[in-house]
Each structure stands twice: as C-alpha cells, then as structure tokens.
C-alpha cells in the first residue's frame, strides 16, 4: 500500500496526518510526503520523523503546487494501490484496510478508485454551507450515484480516496491550472469510463481550516468549478449526441445562471432556451439573449428537449427533480443536475 501526500507550510499538523497512518490497522504500507517548497519548519517535522520511521519517504521540491507535489509523491509509489492523503486530515485506523478489500473483492474489479464517507471537521454552525455539502458528498456511495451528479461538484472528498496505480499512467495524474485538480481529475477519469464508489463508512476526518486551499485559492472559487464542469458537460452531452437530436434548455434564468451558463456556450453547446419559475421572466427574451424562458408547467415532452440543472439556491435541486420526474423526464436520459 502506498500513501501519497503533498504537503506545504503545514508544520501545525502533519505530524498528527502522518500518525494517524502509523495507526492504521493495516501496517503494510509505504508513506511518500514531497514537501512542496515548505518555509514554515514542515521540512524539518518531515525529516525528524522519517528517521524514526523507515516507511516514510519524504521529498523535497522547490514550490510547484499540489497537483505537481501530489503527480511526484504518486510516481514514486510501488504499491499496487495508492492512497491519497492531505496534511491537515485525519485517517481513521481501518482506513487502508477498508479500501484494499473493497478493491481487492472480486465484485469491484471494475472499479479503479473508491473513497469514503468523512467526518466534517469543521464548526458546521460557523461553516454551514460547507458541512451540507459534505452531506451531499457521504450520499453518494455507488459508482452510478457518483457518476450521475459528477456535475454537482465534486463527489469525492479528494483525500478520501484509493486508487489502482494504472490509472495516473493511463489516463493522466492531476493537472495544473486554473480550476480544482481534484475535480478536474474526477470528471476526465469518469469520462474515460473508470468507475468510482465509496466504501459507505466514515474513514477519514476531513478537516476545515481557515488556510484551506479550497477557501484561499482562486483555483477552488465557485466559478472555477462551472468553467471547468462545462467542458466535460460538453463532452459527455457530445458523445450522447444530445445536441444533435434534441434542444437544449437551460433550468434557471437568472444573470448569476446565464453567466455560468454562458461556459457551456464557450465550449459550443447550444442553448435553446430556458425553464424558470419566476412568472417575470417566463414568456420573453432574457438578458438580451432573445432566448425563450419557459415555465416548469410549459415543459414539452422529454423525447423533445434535454435540461441543464443549473439552479444552486438551497432546495432547487430536490424541487427540479421533482417537477422533471413528475412529466416523466428521467436523470441522466433526459436532465442532469449540475449545479
């Protein structure tokens, strides 16, 4: 088993990451922590405890990111699967046991990478919008709901996760750029087909810090996310030749919706219009556009149109389904959600 762990100015914690490794049920393992440029005495943490510990590998690189230093740690890995790890989080002591087994059972060759259910630790009063999100990802255990509501956001908490060592060589590590690598990496794998689960149990705490790169780095802002999601929704609809045989419609009107829409356009998708439940805009040409907006109870048959989900008010996407599903429009045939 192999641990891959990209770490940098992280004196406060790695040590406590790195422990709860040692603690693992599963001692057959090999720890691999590039320390990514660190100026804040981590290198030094690194250093000490790998002369007290021969299964930690540590490396050293001047600063290039984490998805290079996470790239360098999964190339150096010899095990047959590799475990990912970040220096702020906490592995749960049946973690590596868990996830090999899954991999291991005959049931789940198909499978190249599973994750967990995590503990949000964070203040979820302080951090609320964060801690639902983090129930929205334990709900999705199978490789199908994962698959499905990859456009959502991302589906698996990125250092949850194990993976077949073949896949980086197959299909390409984490990409540098101005988007989530995590997510970016996510959605190119299951466009490939590789199929994604999570053992149903909690594994890992995943914890929130105020330094977290997802809160500091424009790379993680909610913008990031819709530009580099349209891509892949353009070419998942592509590939099902959606555009071809039927229109496309946009669910949500709205200036903030029609900017993020505005991506899928980029990527040379065709919007024909757009469903709202605002009685304001429905009837008319919006934003200049000229397109139509339609109301929920103006839905043509499925077989005539594709929805876009694109609404991410608190609610919307229980309440899209609902309408959708009740004029026979099916998720994944018919509609995605996607935001």
Not at 2 to 29: F, K, M
Not at 115 to 139: I, K, P, Q, T
Not at 219 to 243: D, H, N, S, T
Request: with cysteine; aromatic share 8%.
């Amino acid at each position: 088993m192999s641990v891959v762990l990209p770490v940098r100015n992280a004196a406060a914690t790695v040590a406590r990451a790195i422990g709860s490794i040692q603690s693992q049920t599963l001692q057959e393992w090999e720890l691999i922590a590039v320390d990514d440029g660190s100026a804040d005495g981590t290198g030094e943490i690194l250093r000490a405890l790998a002369r007290e510990e021969p299964r930690l590998k540590v490396i050293e690189q001047a600063p290039a990111g984490v998805a290079r230093a996470a790239n360098a740690a999964a190339a150096a890995a010899r095990a047959a699967f590799v475990a990912r790890m970040d220096a702020d989080d906490v592995s749960h002591p049946e973690r590596l046991a868990a996830q090999a087994a899954f991999l291991e059972a005959p049931e789940n060759r198909a499978v190249g990478v599973v994750g967990s259910r995590v503990e949000f630790g964070g203040d979820r009063a302080a951090n609320a919008g964060y801690a639902l999100h983090v129930d929205w990802v334990n709900s999705l255990v199978t490789p199908e709901e994962i698959a499905l509501n990859r456009f959502v956001e991302a589906p698996l908490a990125n250092p949850s996760v194990m993976f077949r060592r073949e896949l980086p060589v197959r299909h390409g590590g984490y990409r540098d750029g101005n988007f989530p690598e995590d997510y970016e990496l996510w959605l190119r794998w299951l466009d490939a087909g590789v199929r994604m689960a999570k053992v149903p149990r909690v594994l890992l705490t995943w914890h929130d810090a105020p330094t977290r790169l997802t809160r500091t780095d424009p790379r993680y802002a909610p913008e990031a996310f819709f530009r580099v999601k349209a891509e892949w929704i353009a070419r998942w609809l592509a590939a099902e030749q959606i555009g071809a045989e039927r229109k496309i419609f946009v669910w949500g009107a709205g200036r903030h919706t029609r900017k993020r829409a505005a991506h899928l356009m980029a990527n040379g998708i065709t919007i024909a219009g757009y469903v709202d439940v605002d009685a304001k805009k429905t009837g008319r040409g919006v934003g200049g556009t000229g397109l139509p907006v339609i109301a929920p109870d103006a839905l043509p048959p499925p077989a005539a149109i594709f929805v876009l989900s694109y609404v991410s008010t608190r609610g919307a996407r229980d309440y899209n389904r609902t309408q959708l599903g009740s004029r026979g429009y099916v998720e994944g045939r018919d509609f995605l959600m996607c935001a």
